[in-house]
């Protein structure tokens, strides 16, 4: 008698999609692990290293994109309260301070429930999304390291948007 044939919850991976997209766009990435994958995007200020984990106990795909600066012992209170002033700003993600690194990085989760796949355009989205939070709000970041300003006055210069031409 044969084996009935069970289905996966998950029939092609996750990550799978991912590195899919990855080397669609032509992004450098690296996959040790069959639940990980990390890939590099150039952005406007700076290469995002992002981060995709399947997390297969909660059903749910993990995205972290670092920033590539380090956070120095004394800037760290600084750059926590200007995370705080940025993540009141995001509807989808936020940013928190990695401490075992001293980076800054933006996660975000895509729930896969009850064998739900991953798509190409909605990972593509996730990753938009990550570099844009990134770029928006980097020059703040450094304003904070390097130009000893506080977290209010970073933001406010991020947010400050021009009008018109010069």
């Not at 008698?1 to 992004?27: F, I, N, Y």
């Not at 990695?98 to 996660?107: A, D, G, K, P």
């Not at 703040?140 to 991020?158: H, I, K, M, P």
Request: with cysteine; hydrophobic share 45%; proline share 4%.
């Amino acid at each position: 008698m044969p084996l009935p044939q069970t289905e996966s919850r998950h029939p092609s991976h996750p990550v799978d999609v991912v590195e899919q997209l990855a080397a669609g766009h032509g992004w450098s990435f690296e996959r040790e692990q069959d639940d990980e994958i990390s890939i590099s995007v150039s952005g406007g200020w700076s290469d995002y290293h992002i981060a995709f984990t399947w997390l297969a106990g909660i059903e749910a795909m993990h995205i972290g994109c670092a920033f590539d600066v380090k956070v120095p012992e004394r800037r760290r209170a600084e750059v926590q309260s200007l995370i705080a002033l940025i993540n009141e700003q995001l509807w989808i993600g936020h940013f928190g301070l990695w401490e075992q690194e001293s980076v800054i990085i933006f996660r975000h989760a895509i729930l896969l429930p009850g064998g739900m796949r991953a798509s190409q355009p909605q990972c593509e989205a996730v990753i938009q999304a990550a570099i844009a939070a990134c770029e928006r709000y980097y020059q703040s970041v450094q304003f904070v390291l390097w130009a000893g300003r506080t977290a209010r006055e970073a933001l406010d210069t991020a947010l400050f948007e021009t009008a018109g031409e010069a």
